[in-house]
C-alpha cells in the first residue's frame, strides 16, 4: 500500500474513532491545504512522549487498547465538532512535512511507522492548544472553548458538558500541567502547533489574537518572569527561523539581549570547568557589595568603583518548582547551543559563589535570593539545590565571553591589595551599625582634641 493511500485511510479511520469520543459528532465537508510554512529545526530526542494531566508514557500505534482508552482522542474530538478540526488538510501539510517534523526526534523515532507520527503530532497539538487557550492571560479562554461568549447557551448546553469534561483534566493540578509544558521530551514542534490553530481549525477566528502571544501569557506567574526588554517588545529580536517549540519560546522571553554565545572561531578556548570566581564571603573581604540587578530575569554584571567592587544579580525566587524548571532550561541550552548559555552563566557563577550558609545569607540579605514565607527553603537546602543545578551543566561547553569578561573582572578586582584593606576596615568597623558610631564619635573626639592643642599651642 503506498504512503498516500496509507494516510488517506487514517484520515476515515480517525474521523470513525472520533464518532465514539462524543456522541453525534458531524461529519464536515473537508478541503485540502496547500500552505507551506518552513521552520528549521535541529530538536532531538529519544522517546516520543504523549503528555498532558501529569501523566506521561510511551506511545506504540499498535497498542490498540490505549489508543481507544487515551483520553488525548477528546480533545481532538472537541476541536474538530467545535472548530471545523480538517484532518485531511492537517493529513496534507504533515505528508509536505513529515521530514522536517521527523527532525525534531531521534533519528529512530517515527522511522518505519508514518502514521504514528500523524497521530502523535495530531493528539499533541491539539491538547497543547486546549491548554494555552485555558492557560493564557489575553482572553477569556474558557468563553471561548465552552461556547458561552458567542453563543450565549446555558452552561448545560452539550458544548459546554464536552468542555467541562476537558477543563477538569487539565484543571486539576495546572501547576504541574505547566511545567510539563515546559519539559524538554513533551516538546512539540511549533509550526505544527501553529497549523492546527491558524489553518487546520477556525479557532483562531474565534480568539483573535496570534497563539505566540497567548502561549507567552501563559506563564505570567512563574519565575523567572519575562525580561523586561521582552515585555517592551521594541528592542527585541525573535530568533531567526522562529520558534521551534514551547521552551524555545519560553527561553527567549526570560533571556537579556545579550545571551552568552560561545565564540567558537578563537585560537583559545577556556571550557565551563575552567570558569571560577571567588564566594561571597572571599569577595565581601575585597570590599564588593552585592545588588539586585535591575535589568531582568537573569541579568548579571560586575563593576568597579572607587573603594569597591559591585556585583548585580539578577534575583533568583526559590519555589517548589524553580529547580525542575531550571533544569529544563540548562537542557535546552546544551541541546541549542546557538540560542546562547545565560542560564549556565548565572548558575555557573552561583555555584562559585555559595560554598557556605553564610555565603547564602548574604545574597539573601541583599535580595539577591528570595523565597515564599510559604515554602521557605532554609541555607542549606539553597546549597544543596545549587550543587545539584550545577552536576547538570556540561563542564566541556565553551565558555561564553560575557562569562570570560565577567570572570576577568571579578579576578581583577580580587587580585588588589587596596580593595582587600578597605574590605577589611568595612569588615571590623562597619559591620555593626554601634561599632560604626563609635568609630566616628572617636575620630570627631580625636579631631576635636586635635583643634584644642593647636590653639592652645598659639595662644
Known amino acids: 500500500m503506498s504512503n498516500e493511500s496509507q494516510a488517506e485511510r487514517w484520515v476515515v479511520e480517525v474521523g470513525e474513532r472520533l464518532q465514539n469520543v462524543f456522541p453525534d459528532i458531524p461529519t464536515k465537508s473537508l478541503q485540502a491545504s496547500t500552505d507551506s510554512e518552513e521552520k528549521p ?66 533519528l529512530e523515532c517515527f522511522r518505519n511507522d508514518e502514521l504514528l507520527l500523524l497521530e502523535y503530532l495530531l493528539i499533541n497539538s491539539c491538547i497543547l492548544v486546549f491548554s494555552i487557550l485555558l492557560f493564557q492571560n489575553v482572553r477569556n479562554g474558557i468563553e471561548i472553548l465552552s461556547g458561552t461568549k458567542e453563543i450565549n447557551r446555558d ?28 519539559t524538554m521530551e513533551y516538546q512539540m514542534p511549533w509550526f505544527v502547533v501553529k497549523r492546527i490553530y491558524k489553518k487546520c ?20 506567574d512563574l519565575y523567572p518572569g519575562m525580561h523586561k ?13 522562529g520558534f521551534k517549540h514551547l521552551l524555545h519560546m519560553f527561553h527567549w522571553s526570560r ?41 531582568g530575569s537573569i541579568d548579571m554584571s560586575f563593576y568597579d568603583r572607587r573603594l569597591s567592587g559591585v556585583m548585580q544579580l539578577a534575583p533568583w525566587h526559590m519555589l517548589t518548582y524553580s529547580s525542575t524548571l531550571v533544569t529544563e532550561l540548562l537542557r535546552f541550552e546544551q541541546q541549542y547551543v546557538n540560542c546562547g548559555f545565560p542560564f549556565t552563566a548565572y548558575f555557573a557563577s552561583m555555584a562559585c559563589m555559595l560554598k557556605t550558609e553564610a555565603d547564602v545569607q548574604v545574597l539573601r540579605a541583599n535580595g539577591v535570593i528570595i523565597d515564599i514565607p ?39 578586582h ?37 583643634i584644642q592643642t593647636v590653639l592652645l599651642l598659639f595662644k
Not at 533571556?255 to 554565545?261: A, C, D, I, R
Open 155 to 182: 452552561r448545560e448546553d452539550q458544548r459546554s458538558k464536552e468542555f467541562y469534561i476537558l477543563y477538569q483534566y487539565i484543571m486539576t493540578d495546572p501547576m504541574k500541567i505547566k511545567l510539563q509544558m515546559l
Open 374 to 412: 510559604s515554602t521557605r527553603f532554609d541555607d542549606k537546602d539553597i546549597l544543596c539545590c545549587v550543587r545539584e543545578l550545577k552536576s547538570k551543566i556540561d563542564d566541556n561547553i565553551a565558555m561564553p565571553n560575557p562569562l570570560k569578561s565577567l570572570e576577568e573582572k571579578v579576578m581583577a
Open 201 to 220: 481549525s477556525n479557532i483562531s477566528n474565534h480568539v483573535g489574537t496570534p497563539i505566540d502571544k497567548l502561549a507567552l501569557s501563559c506563564f505570567d
Open 229 to 241: 526588554s521582552k515585555v517592551h517588545g521594541d528592542t527585541c529580536t525573535l530568533p531567526p527561523g
Open 41 to 106: 529545526s535541529i530538536f532531538t530526542e529519544y522517546y516520543p512522549y504523549l503528555v498532558y494531566f501529569g501523566e506521561s508514557y510511551y506511545y506504540t500505534y499498535n497498542d490498540s487498547r490505549r489508543r481507544s482508552e487515551f483520553s488525548g482522542w477528546k480533545f481532538v474530538g472537541f476541536m474538530r465538532r467545535w472548530f471545523d478540526l480538517d484532518l485531511r488538510s492537517y493529513n496534507q501539510y504533515i505528508q509536505e512535512k513529515k521530514h522536517l517534523a521527523r527532525g525534531y526526534y531521534h
Open 255 to 295: 533571556t537579556p539581549e545579550e545571551n552568552f554565545l560561545v565564540e567558537t572561531s578563537s585560537l583559545f578556548i577556556r571550557k565551563m570547568v575552567d570558569y571560577y570566581i571567588p564566594s561571597v564571603t572571599e569577595l565581601k573581604l575585597f570590599g564588593t557589595v552585592f545588588k539586585k540587578h535591575a535589568g
Open 414 to 450: 580580587y587580585q588588589r591589595s587596596s580593595y582587600r584593606v578597605y574590605g577589611e576596615f568595612k569588615r571590623r568597623y562597619c559591620s555593626n551599625p554601634w561599632i560604626t558610631i563609635s568609630v566616628i564619635a572617636g575620630i570627631c573626639l580625636f579631631f576635636l582634641n586635635l
